[in-house]
């Protein structure tokens, strides 16, 4: 697949965390896989679907399967081409494919498959668009990601459903462009696995071991022996396996930019995208009141001890009342 970035706005594709397992060989696999994801989002209405792959049709844009489809509607006369004026008014200032969205309409209600290969179509172009994306295929980058999908189904079977990654495509394209070292690929690992901690949370407490875990592709300890028989995962789990690498990783992210802030308390390691190290002690304070039973337990007492005198006060009043 051949893209171009084409703005600098930080827009984010999901994939599975299944996926880091295969750094950095398949990053045209992750790309392919969270473009398509991202397309789903995308909310839709058919008119506008079919008035897109219309204007792409005239101007011999589209896709070569969702062409095809087409070409069949023209040579059994459901869609009659404007071979004069290409959909636009004769004066060529005013795009009105009307006749020609009824018909795709027609065709769109008798034909599902051709229905959803115009969404499909028009999505994917509005991912590209949103994204800041031009170039690549249609049609390989779908086909792409079925493949991947497989394999995530597979995975998932004997796994469960896996956590969603978000990476953005300024981050996507730093590694998908430029020659990384073997320890930058560990950072990307690293700091995917946090975020896949992290989610939308300001911030997240957790453990190195448990980071480790995630770096790996498992998203928990019991999947992880099926991912250290992968080529390269026994390695990096070795590696950073000791306290010294771990730490250094993780020093390195922050120094880099990717993590914000990195706080260690009691046997826990507390990250963020989002407060700074000098912001995460008064965040983390305010993180640990919110999550402690016992302050949870004495507060409910007080409201119901509360909730019992006012229940009095209303059975003493009424009882007085002429």
Request: hydrophobic share 35%; with cysteine; aromatic share 10%.
């Amino acid at each position: 697949m051949v893209v171009r970035f084409m703005a600098k706005d930080a827009k984010y594709i999901p994939f599975p965390l299944f996926l880091i397992s295969g750094l950095p060989g398949n990053l045209d696999e992750v790309f392919d896989y969270g473009i398509c994801k991202f397309s789903k989002m995308i909310k839709h209405e058919l008119p506008t679907v079919y008035r897109q792959v219309l204007y792409a049709y005239y101007r011999g844009s589209l896709p070569a399967s969702l062409l095809k489809k087409i070409n069949f509607l023209a040579e059994e006369e459901s869609f009659i081409p404007d071979d004069d004026y290409n959909g636009f008014t004769g004066d060529g200032q005013e795009f009105t494919p009307e006749s020609g969205i009824d018909e795709f309409t027609q065709a769109g209600e008798a034909d599902e498959d051709f229905r959803q290969a115009c969404v499909d179509y028009w999505e994917m172009q509005q991912a590209m668009k949103i994204l800041g994306l031009s170039g690549g295929s249609i049609d390989t980058m779908r086909a792409s990601a079925l493949k991947t999908q497989k394999a995530i189904d597979d995975w998932e079977k004997k796994g469960g459903r896996d956590v969603t990654v978000m990476m953005s495509i300024t981050m996507m394209f730093e590694f998908y462009r430029k020659t990384k070292t073997a320890y930058e690929i560990d950072l990307l690992r690293a700091f995917l696995s946090i975020k896949s901690i992290i989610g939308n949370k300001e911030l997240v407490g957790t453990t190195k071991d448990f980071i480790l875990t995630r770096m790996t592709g498992a998203r928990k300890k019991e999947l992880l022996p099926q991912m250290l028989k992968k080529p390269g995962i026994k390695a990096v789990y070795e590696n950073y396996s000791k306290r010294y690498q771990i730490d250094k990783l993780l020093s390195e992210l922050l120094a880099r930019g990717f993590l914000t802030g990195k706080l260690a308390h009691n046997r826990r390691i507390y990250l963020s995208t989002h407060y700074t190290t000098t912001q995460l002690p008064e965040a983390v304070h305010q993180l640990l009141l919110k999550n402690n039973t016992k302050i949870k337990r004495d507060r409910n007492t007080v409201i119901e001890q509360e909730a019992r005198n006012k229940l009095k006060q209303l059975i003493k009043a009424s009882s007085t009342a002429p």
